[in-house]
């Protein structure tokens, strides 16, 4: 299994609201990413996961908040978002977060704030 | 930190014919440089890689050369077809310290369209 799985692939929420991203790997991998894509733009880091541990919080307000229940899970929970937040997320696996190597993208959840 | 900066934006070629992408970075510590391909709609992934320590790669129809004292990369991809249009990520990072230390920084994107 070579698939870095997210749920859901679309999700409408208002400003108020609070919902979570998903995802899931079962490569044993023990880094986990998450980046935010807007259109024709790069991917953008946001939190790294280290062996469960967030490693890096490339400044993300606080609106955005992760989780790493397991070494197979990272969830992102969204409360109280703007309508500049919509984009798409990408979460990502890698063996190790220090030896650089290939990234593994899920397909990404679509987000709209309205 | 880490800057990659990535041209051409965007490259339309006819099929059958080569195209070229280059980067450049700015952190001397970067050591490992990715090329993601994205089709619309579609995630990012991995087309091929180099490490400081190569020069160049190939796989196919597709190469990548690193320049280290210069600073720069490129991707080379010879007798491209339709299915190659799709936007195209340099990447860099390191896992020796620096400023790309455990991530990767990505280039803006070239979008590369295929003419039949």
């Known amino acids: 299994d070579t698939e870095v799985t997210q749920t859901p692939k679309h999700l409408v929420m208002g400003m108020t609201n609070k919902k979570s991203l998903k995802c899931e790997q079962h490569m044993g991998h023990r880094a986990m990413y998450w980046y935010k894509q807007k259109a024709k733009k790069p991917p953008e880091l946001m939190f790294v996961y280290s062996y469960e541990k967030l490693s890096i919080n490339e400044s993300v307000p606080s609106r955005f908040s992760p989780e790493c229940p397991n070494s197979s899970l990272l969830n992102l929970h969204l409360h109280a978002l703007q309508p500049e937040d919509s984009a798409l997320y990408l979460c990502?696996?890698?063996?190790?977060?220090?030896?650089?190597?290939?990234?593994?993208f899920g397909e990404g959840s679509r987000l709209t704030v309205l | 930190g880490e800057n990659v900066e990535q041209h051409p934006s965007t490259l339309s070629v006819q099929e059958g014919d080569s195209a070229v992408i280059k980067c450049t970075y700015s952190?001397?510590?970067?050591?490992?440089f990715p090329w993601y391909k994205q089709e619309l709609g579609k995630r990012p992934q991995l087309i091929i890689d180099i490490r400081s320590n190569v020069g160049e790669k190939k796989d196919q129809r597709i190469a990548v050369t690193l320049n280290k004292t210069a600073k720069h990369f490129s991707l080379h991809i010879t007798e491209t077809q339709p299915e190659d249009s799709a936007v195209y990520f340099c990447a860099a990072g390191s896992n020796a310290g620096g400023t790309s230390y455990g991530k990767l920084t990505f280039g803006q994107g070239t979008i590369l369209t295929v003419h039949p």
């Open positions: 990502a696996s890698s063996l190790t977060w220090t030896d650089t190597g290939e990234l593994f």
């Open positions: 952190d001397s510590a970067s050591n490992y």
